[in-house]
């Protein structure tokens, strides 16, 4: 079980181990010292939550100019300080900080501004928004963290009383307030005046401790939380934390069947990507008597609130109930989170503010697990990773009395913080398909392969379905590289197989939670004079490309019809859906067939926002493992040239006079599931070049 976890009805046995190893360590107190000793505690969650905590240095350094002087080395805003190294530390000169101690107030603009004017060197990253804890504290080394320990003690009705007992005159508390002046004043003062305490605690927030040396700042952090630590293990469990239902017998069928609904029920406030957490330690939670009750008192400190929001949505499901009933509680629930969000918003805005996206960050359902949620699959594990943490403290402060959280006024000023938003402000636009789900077949190579390229570049979570399980699962590893965490997962699929195409879209309902975009591409193709065309090439054709289109397609309805937020489909046809192809009857008839099935479905989806549209490719011969087989010889064949001047043939008959590449199609079939063509359906694009013959009219 990982550090930090626990279950229901037993002691806890947690250790917190201490990781310097001085062979590792690098010399001196500088720099490099800091990024070891900050990797080591980001390297265990219970101690620093991801993207939280912030630790610093004091180091003598030379000025531009030659002279003396101290800096103080802090993370950086936004760093993990789990892989962070020398370059993530923000650089300031103390002696310009040090006289703010004195003064009455300092607002967060003034600090920001004051502190930017410190800077000892350029091209770093800006400072953390609790760098005067680190300038205030007198001491060469500084550690902020955010331990479960701590925090299950910092967010219990008698947290103080608590401290005291474990710690005695060796610990301070301060009182919430969020991160800003006042709080560094307030630590800076607790230490000076006490000189023999070693913490200070923070109320619903964290500690912070010190040292001399690196290393000894180390061991004093993980010291003071074992002994937190060992507090809490020879607490006795609670009665409400026995189960109060079981856990299905099969989880992630179920949670296959309702994901589209809550998607759907997400999706409508912004863009939502899923992850799914049925592991014990969250089962062991929301299957518990005391889950809905603790679930939403509130986040259990300001950098879970960040990633988590205030409360999660907590569906008070039996499941001897059934799925549909399920599903219900999951559409009710998404709209009462809605109202209750708009509702906190509007209590606490200020004149000028926008709200966020009035949808939950975490979903908890007893019997079935955790679902959360985030703009992209990285900020679905951010949540979950954090709740993870947030379950630990609830249970844990439970224990010890009761959990308290910040209030809605508190919570409210940190989430819609200005530091925080200017965070924000500082990412990229979202791109066109950011938070979208699309489901490409024949995307192992070709023209799919193209297409799933597209849509991840413009920041879409793809799906890349092919009978080629290895070429699917390589190209959704380049994806991955390429555009960073889970963008990508491999189906195998053979589009004539029923079976195997529900499966393929259980896969993205499971990988992200819904399917948005829906790509038909897989392809196969044959030639042969009618009379030499077999009933099996015949049959063949029309199942991998009318049947297996169909097949698709209802799958694909069947998905944006229980989300409820639209659909887009886009057809891969072909020329011959237009025109006449000698020698390609079986091949021909079935791409025609497509492109009438696409303006039937476009004419069907239209009520419900669901979109569908045509790219009709020719002679898309790079990359292609349709044109690698049989099928190049047999075209060659039919004109009379060799296989080897194919690609001179079909350019010189365009009228453009150029040869088409799958990068080609992929920038039609991105127009067709972009915004910008967000008004057509049943329309046809063709990208082939010109071919008169296969004019569109």
């Given at each position: 079980?990982?550090?930090?976890?626990?279950?229901?009805?037993?002691?806890?046995?947690?250790?917190?181990?201490?990781?310097?190893?001085?062979?590792?360590?690098?010399?001196?107190?500088?720099?490099?010292?800091?990024?070891?000793?900050?990797?080591?505690?980001?390297?265990?969650?219970?101690?620093?939550?991801?993207?939280?905590?912030?630790?610093?240095?004091?180091?003598?350094?030379?000025?531009?100019?030659?002279?003396?002087?101290?800096?103080?080395?802090?993370?950086?805003?936004?760093?993990?300080?789990?892989?962070?190294?020398?370059?993530?530390?923000?650089?300031?000169?103390?002696?310009?900080?040090?006289?703010?101690?004195?003064?009455?107030?300092?607002?967060?603009?003034?600090?920001?501004?004051?502190?930017?004017?410190?800077?000892?060197?350029?091209?770093?990253?800006?400072?953390?928004?609790?760098?005067?804890?680190?300038?205030?504290?007198?001491?060469?080394?500084?550690?902020?963290?955010?331990?479960?320990?701590?925090?299950?003690?910092?967010?219990?009705?008698?947290?103080?009383?608590?401290?005291?007992?474990?710690?005695?005159?060796?610990?301070?508390?301060?009182?919430?307030?969020?991160?800003?002046?006042?709080?560094?004043?307030?630590?800076?003062?607790?230490?000076?005046?006490?000189?023999?305490?070693?913490?200070?605690?923070?109320?619903?927030?964290?500690?912070?401790?010190?040292?001399?040396?690196?290393?000894?700042?180390?061991?004093?952090?993980?010291?003071?939380?074992?002994?937190?630590?060992?507090?809490?293990?020879?607490?006795?469990?609670?009665?409400?934390?026995?189960?109060?239902?079981?856990?299905?017998?099969?989880?992630?069928?179920?949670?296959?069947?309702?994901?589209?609904?809550?998607?759907?029920?997400?999706?409508?406030?912004?863009?939502?990507?899923?992850?799914?957490?049925?592991?014990?330690?969250?089962?062991?939670?929301?299957?518990?008597?005391?889950?809905?009750?603790?679930?939403?008192?509130?986040?259990?400190?300001?950098?879970?609130?960040?990633?988590?929001?205030?409360?999660?949505?907590?569906?008070?499901?039996?499941?001897?109930?059934?799925?549909?009933?399920?599903?219900?509680?999951?559409?009710?629930g998404c709209e009462n989170y809605r109202v209750a969000y708009e509702k906190y918003?509007?209590?606490?805005?200020?004149?000028?503010?926008?709200?966020?996206?009035?949808?939950?960050?975490?979903?908890?359902?007893?019997?079935?697990?955790?679902?959360?949620?985030?703009?992209?699959?990285?900020?679905?594990?951010?949540?979950?990773?954090?709740?993870?943490?947030?379950?630990?403290?609830?249970?844990?402060?439970?224990?010890?009395?009761?959990?308290?959280?910040?209030?809605?006024?508190?919570?409210?000023?940190?989430?819609?913080?200005?530091?925080?938003?200017?965070?924000?402000?500082?990412?990229?636009?979202?791109?066109?398909?950011?938070?979208?789900?699309?489901?490409?077949?024949?995307?192992?190579?070709?023209?799919?392969?193209?297409?799933?390229?597209?849509?991840?570049?413009?920041?879409?979570?793809?799906?890349?379905?092919?009978?080629?399980?290895?070429?699917?699962?390589?190209?959704?590893?380049?994806?991955?590289?390429?555009?960073?965490?889970?963008?990508?997962?491999?189906?195998?699929?053979?589009?004539?197989?029923?079976?195997?195409?529900?499966?393929?879209?259980?896969?993205?309902?499971?990988?992200?939670?819904?399917?948005?975009?829906?790509?038909?591409?897989?392809?196969?193709?044959?030639?042969?004079?009618?009379?030499?065309?077999?009933?099996?090439?015949?049959?063949?054709?029309?199942?991998?490309?009318?049947?297996?289109?169909?097949?698709?397609?209802?799958?694909?309805?069947?998905?944006?019809?229980?989300?409820?937020?639209?659909?887009?489909?886009?057809?891969?046809?072909?020329?011959?859906?237009?025109?006449?192809?000698k020698n390609a009857v079986a091949y021909s008839t079935a791409k025609a067939a497509?492109?009438?099935?696409?303006?039937?479905?476009?004419?069907?989806?239209?009520?419900?926002?669901?979109?569908?549209?045509?790219?009709?490719?020719?002679?898309?011969?790079?990359?292609?493992?349709?044109?690698?087989?049989?099928?190049?010889?047999?075209?060659?064949?039919?004109?009379?040239?060799?296989?080897?001047?194919?690609?001179?043939?079909?350019?010189?008959?365009?009228?453009?006079?150029?040869?088409?590449?799958?990068?080609?199609?992929?920038?039609?079939?991105?127009?067709?599931?972009?915004?910008?063509?967000?008004?057509?359906?049943?329309?046809?694009?063709?990208?082939?070049?010109?071919?008169?013959?296969?004019?569109?009219?």
């Amino acid at each position: 079980m990982p550090l930090g976890a626990t279950q229901p009805n037993k002691k806890m046995n947690i250790e917190i181990k201490n990781l310097w190893n001085d062979s590792e360590a690098p010399d001196g107190e500088g720099l490099e010292s800091l990024a070891y000793r900050s990797r080591l505690l980001g390297s265990d969650r219970s101690l620093v939550n991801l993207y939280g905590g912030n630790t610093s240095t004091k180091s003598a350094e030379k000025n531009h100019l030659g002279e003396d002087c101290t800096v103080l080395w802090v993370k950086g805003s936004g760093s993990d300080i789990a892989t962070i190294t020398g370059a993530g530390f923000a650089g300031l000169r103390l002696e310009e900080i040090e006289p703010l101690f004195p003064r009455a107030e300092m607002s967060d603009e003034e600090m920001i501004a004051y502190l930017d004017m410190t800077t000892f060197e350029r091209g770093r990253p800006r400072q953390s928004i609790e760098t005067l804890l680190h300038a205030f504290v007198p001491a060469p080394h500084v550690d902020h963290t955010h331990p479960d320990a701590v925090i299950s003690i910092a967010c219990t009705p008698k947290g103080r009383e608590i401290m005291s007992e474990i710690f005695g005159e060796r610990a301070a508390w301060v009182d919430y307030i969020r991160p800003g002046f006042t709080l560094s004043q307030q630590i800076g003062e607790a230490v000076r005046n006490n000189p023999k305490i070693e913490c200070v605690f923070m109320g619903k927030h964290g500690l912070v401790t010190w040292g001399q040396t690196s290393k000894e700042c180390y061991h004093n952090t993980i010291r003071i939380i074992g002994e937190a630590q060992n507090y809490l293990n020879s607490l006795s469990p609670l009665e409400s934390e026995k189960p109060k239902v079981a856990t299905v017998s099969n989880p992630m069928e179920v949670i296959a069947q309702v994901l589209p609904t809550l998607r759907g029920g997400l999706a409508k406030c912004g863009p939502a990507i899923t992850q799914i957490d049925t592991s014990p330690e969250v089962m062991a939670f929301v299957n518990s008597h005391h889950a809905k009750e603790l679930s939403q008192v509130g986040a259990a400190c300001p950098d879970h609130l960040v990633h988590t929001k205030m409360v999660p949505l907590f569906i008070d499901w039996n499941p001897a109930s059934g799925v549909e009933s399920l599903k219900a509680l999951i559409v009710v629930g998404c709209e009462n989170y809605r109202v209750a969000y708009e509702k906190y918003f509007d209590d606490h805005r200020a004149e000028g503010q926008k709200m966020f996206a009035a949808s939950p960050r975490v979903v908890l359902i007893p019997g079935l697990g955790m679902v959360t949620c985030g703009a992209d699959a990285t900020g679905a594990d951010v949540a979950n990773q954090l709740y993870h943490r947030a379950i630990v403290t609830m249970f844990n402060s439970a224990r010890m009395g009761g959990f308290v959280s910040l209030s809605p006024a508190e919570s409210f000023g940190i989430e819609y913080w200005p530091l925080e938003l200017y965070k924000l402000s500082l990412k990229p636009a979202p791109k066109s398909l950011a938070g979208k789900v699309a489901l490409v077949t024949g995307a192992a190579s070709g023209i799919g392969k193209a297409i799933a390229l597209k849509y991840a570049s413009e920041g879409a979570h793809v799906v890349i379905a092919d009978r080629n399980d290895e070429g699917a699962k390589q190209v959704a590893t380049e994806i991955e590289k390429k555009f960073g965490y889970r963008k990508a997962n491999a189906s195998r699929v053979d589009v004539t197989e029923e079976s195997l195409v529900e499966n393929a879209f259980k896969d993205a309902m499971l990988a992200y939670g819904g399917v948005d975009i829906v790509v038909n591409n897989a392809g196969i193709a044959s030639s042969a004079p009618i009379e030499e065309t077999t009933l099996e090439m015949w049959n063949l054709n029309q199942n991998t490309l009318s049947t297996g289109y169909f097949l698709v397609a209802r799958e694909a309805f069947k998905t944006f019809k229980q989300q409820g937020v639209g659909g887009n489909i886009v057809f891969i046809g072909s020329k011959n859906s237009l025109a006449a192809g000698k020698n390609a009857v079986a091949y021909s008839t079935a791409k025609a067939a497509e492109i009438h099935m696409a303006r039937c479905l476009a004419e069907e989806g239209g009520a419900f926002g669901i979109r569908v549209n045509s790219v009709l490719p020719d002679g898309v011969l790079a990359g292609s493992s349709i044109w690698d087989g049989s099928w190049r010889a047999e075209r060659a064949a039919t004109y009379g040239i060799a296989p080897d001047k194919l690609e001179d043939f079909y350019r010189a008959r365009t009228t453009l006079k150029v040869n088409i590449l799958p990068e080609d199609i992929a920038e039609a079939a991105f127009f067709f599931a972009s915004p910008a063509s967000a008004k057509t359906t049943g329309g046809i694009l063709t990208v082939d070049g010109g071919v008169p013959s296969a004019y569109v009219r």
